[in-house]
């Protein structure tokens, strides 16, 4: 069965530091997308990026970078310089190509706050 | 450009009472999925749409629940004899290959009363 951990419920990060988002998740298909979904609280889910799980390199979008470790089956977000507006809930969600390729599983998110 | 819309975005109803919440995927978006949303909680799968045809559903989805596409462009989700336990947001997301990235509206927050 397809599982995603988050194991921060909330972080608090002073504004311009760096942050890392912790996820790991568990798949038995060997082919898989990762994705993290920011939902600020008006309720909207932006995505944000996506790492499918043959990607050699790890996926970036401008402050956003992924940390993907196959091994340990783990897909850490980390935002450089962190703004204002980036207090939020992040959720990491997983896609098996293979076995449902319609549905995301999300995680329980993690809220961040970000500190002035 | 005009992403994924909702409506409406709030709904108070009565207990035993029947909703139907509507979304208007991005247009050239062929699927169409709906989840469900409660406090503290991520997103939980309810069905997918491939253009007007219904391929998945949870068993969250209840008899109570039906959902369609019928031109294969919006989408209704109805919900029968509504419960206090339905009370949750209810998002809708669409896609198209060959990323088939999920985009999401905005949501519907539903409270039973």
């Known amino acids: 069965a397809q599982k995603i951990t988050q194991t921060q419920p909330g972080m608090f990060v002073q504004e311009k530091e760096a942050v890392t988002l912790d996820c790991t998740y568990d798949?038995?298909?060997?082919?898989?997308?990762l994705f993290w979904y920011k939902q600020p609280s008006s309720g909207e889910m932006i995505f944000l990026i996506y790492q499918g799980s043959y990607d050699q390199q790890n996926a970036t979008e401008g402050r956003y970078s992924l940390n993907f470790q196959k091994a340990r089956k783990s897909a850490n977000l980390v935002i450089s310089a962190s703004q204002l507006g980036d207090s939020a809930m992040y959720f990491c969600?997983?896609?098996?190509?293979?076995?449902?390729?319609?549905?995301?599983?999300f995680g329980s998110g993690t809220r961040l706050s970000i500190r002035p | 450009d005009t992403g994924v819309s909702q409506d409406p975005r709030h709904k108070i109803t009565k207990r035993g009472q029947n909703v139907t919440f509507r979304c208007d995927p991005i247009s050239e978006h062929n699927r169409l999925y709906w989840y469900r949303q409660t406090l503290g909680q991520g997103p939980e799968f309810l069905t997918y749409?491939?253009?007007?045809?219904?391929?998945?559903k949870s068993r969250l989805l209840s008899d109570r629940f039906s959902a369609e596409r019928p031109k294969g462009s919006f989408s209704t989700l109805e919900i029968q004899r509504t419960e206090q336990g339905d009370s949750a947001m209810y998002l809708c997301?669409?896609?198209?290959?060959?990323?088939?990235?999920?985009?999401f509206g905005p949501g519907t927050r539903l409270t039973v009363l």
């Open positions: 997301a669409s896609s198209s290959s060959p990323s088939d990235t999920q985009y």
């Open positions: 969600a997983m896609r098996e190509e293979y076995s449902s390729a319609s549905k995301i599983i």
């Open positions: 749409f491939q253009n007007e045809a219904q391929l998945e």
């Open positions: 798949t038995s298909d060997p082919s898989y997308g």
